[in-house]
């Protein structure tokens, strides 16, 4: 692949590459006395952002995509005999569980023990863990396997009882987003798509604890209707492999891998610290040009207009995505989505920055556990979008309108008079509700911004209009449900995403690469920053 010189990079690659040569050496320095077992904690949730540690913490938190590296060379590596992680509560979203669950299995493939060890476990937790050669909690512990639930809350009856009414417009028979203001309980078609999105997540999880704990999809029902489980009783139901507390793993370590051990002690290797000196390493650089470079974007909460550094602001991101069109050092672009969706103008904005990378090279759309709404309408442009099964996404619809705070203003005695000119110049008062003008001009106005997120989708998806209405009108898929509909390019988390966009942009599976990651946070601790990471 062509590379343009680059002269001027070549004393900041030249320190880079003294800066790998001394974690070179310091690799040598600790895997010289044999493999070691890699210890994990996994963060509660585990962030889509690399976390900075403060005083009194161990250990910087590695993001999901880092864990995910330090996995996925982990398990090809001579120098790693096991690895031992340690869960502090739930990983997050049922995507991220996936993500993670799919590494770990294939490191127990490869066939290096992987023990999880947890105080307690939840639904999500032991999903995790069940991809594990060996599930281990104390005696005192338990398994609270649940399923799932969801549960929403409606206002209407309050506002009420308050004097606000909620004045609200939807496009799209199943977008249920304002259905918080407008009714008691969830509406048919809300509760038609929160079923088979809970079908979808349910059988998945059913078929991946049955799959990683050697039971049938039977017992493993029979156990979620349980619930829950003392220690014991998980471990006689083939829940858990051992009842065991901290100071008894490392007898299970060296017995797993008598290798990784040193007078009946395991040797322990932080993984934030594997991750600077292996999993991280991009090589050494040539120092006439530059190595080829992939971006990876994380973008998570939701969607707003403006600049900020709360969720996704469009004109902070704008300025991330814009530039990597013409950047030339730069193949290809990863944009990881966790979003519910927001404001529609910024998301079209958004929509237009990735499809113009798009127009010179692969930018791929890794859905994180919601992609939905905006979410999926700033995702409709890339070169091509993945998911989890268990991703919520869709949503494909627009709803608006406003609080009604006139009978309230009335109870509590506080008077409102107003001079207008203009039919409409109180469409956005929150003394009245629409005027019938008012109620047309925003039906109208919706209806457009729903058609504009069909032909966006439809453009990005190559399919008519009408394919894209019949599946969009509000509804929620699951990222399999997304996926039956045509609305994904394929099941996978942030490693096939990458993998995706390597191919796409003609690198070769073992080829050397510089992944940026942006927005950057500073990683405070760790070897990765004290030798030049």
């Not at 692949?1 to 001394?22: F, H, V, Y």
């Not at 952002?49 to 982990?74: K, T």
Request: with cysteine.
């Amino acid at each position: 692949m062509n590379q343009l010189m680059d002269l001027g990079g070549s004393p900041r690659r030249a320190a880079a590459n003294l800066a790998r040569a001394a974690r070179l050496g310091v690799a040598r320095g600790m895997f010289g006395r044999g493999p070691v077992w890699l210890r994990l904690r996994l963060a509660s949730p585990v962030p889509e952002l690399a976390a900075p540690a403060w005083f009194g913490q161990r250990e910087p938190q590695l993001s999901l995509l880092d864990v995910l590296r330090v996995l996925d060379v982990a398990k090809d590596d001579p120098d790693v005999g096991g690895i031992a992680i340690r869960l502090l509560g739930p990983p997050g979203g049922a995507s991220r569980v996936e993500s993670l669950r799919r590494a770990i299995d294939a490191v127990r493939k490869a066939g290096k023990p992987v023990v999880v060890w947890s105080e307690s476990l939840t639904t999500q937790e032991l999903w995790l863990a069940s991809a594990a050669s060996h599930v281990v909690i104390p005696p005192s512990g338990s398994v609270h396997l649940l399923g799932f639930r969801f549960e929403g809350f409606f206002l209407r009856d309050l506002l009420q009882r308050l004097g606000v009414r909620a004045d609200v417009m939807r496009v799209g028979d199943f977008k249920s987003a304002g259905e918080i203001l407008t009714r008691s309980g969830y509406s048919e078609e809300a509760r038609a798509q929160l079923e088979t999105l809970a079908d979808d997540l349910f059988d998945t999880l059913v078929r991946d604890v049955a799959t990683g704990r050697g039971l049938s999809e039977d017992q493993v029902r029979g156990h979620v209707d349980r619930g829950l489980l003392t220690a014991s009783r998980a471990r006689e139901a083939g829940l858990i492999d051992a009842c065991l507390y901290p100071d008894e793993l490392e007898q299970l370590l060296c017995e797993l891998a008598p290798a990784a051990c040193k007078d009946e002690k395991p040797r322990l290797l932080d993984a934030s610290v594997y991750f600077g000196l292996r999993a991280a390493d991009p090589g050494f650089q040539p120092l006439l040009r530059g190595a080829p470079r992939l971006v990876y974007i994380a973008a998570r909460g939701g969607i707003s207009r403006g600049q900020g550094l709360r969720g996704i602001a469009a004109d902070t991101y704008r300025r991330l995505l814009e530039p990597l069109a013409e950047r030339e050092d730069v193949l290809g672009v990863v944009l990881r989505v966790d979003s519910p969706g927001g404001e529609g103008v910024a998301s079209d904005l958004l929509c237009r920055a990735v499809a113009r990378i798009a127009k010179q090279k692969p930018i791929v759309v890794s859905m994180g556990d919601t992609a939905a709404s905006g979410g999926y309408f700033l995702a409709a442009s890339a070169t091509a979008i993945l998911a989890e099964a268990t991703t919520v996404t869709g949503s494909i619809g627009v709803v608006g309108g406003k609080l009604d705070f006139s009978e309230l203003y009335e109870r509590v005695g506080i008077g409102r008079d107003a001079v207008e000119r203009g039919a409409q110049a109180g469409l956005h008062s929150e003394a009245r509700s629409f005027t019938p003008s008012e109620r047309s001009a925003l039906r109208d106005e919706l209806g457009a911004l729903y058609e504009l997120f069909l032909e966006r989708v439809a453009e990005g998806r190559g399919r008519s209009r009408d394919e894209i209405h019949a599946v969009a009108q509000g509804r929620v898929w699951s990222g399999a449900g997304a996926a039956r509909h045509g609305l994904l390019d394929g099941l996978g988390g942030p490693l096939e995403a990458l993998r995706e966009v390597r191919d796409r942009a003609g690198l070769g599976a073992g080829e050397r690469l510089v992944l940026e990651e942006r927005p950057r946070l500073p990683r405070l601790g760790g070897l990765w920053e004290m030798i030049g990471g």
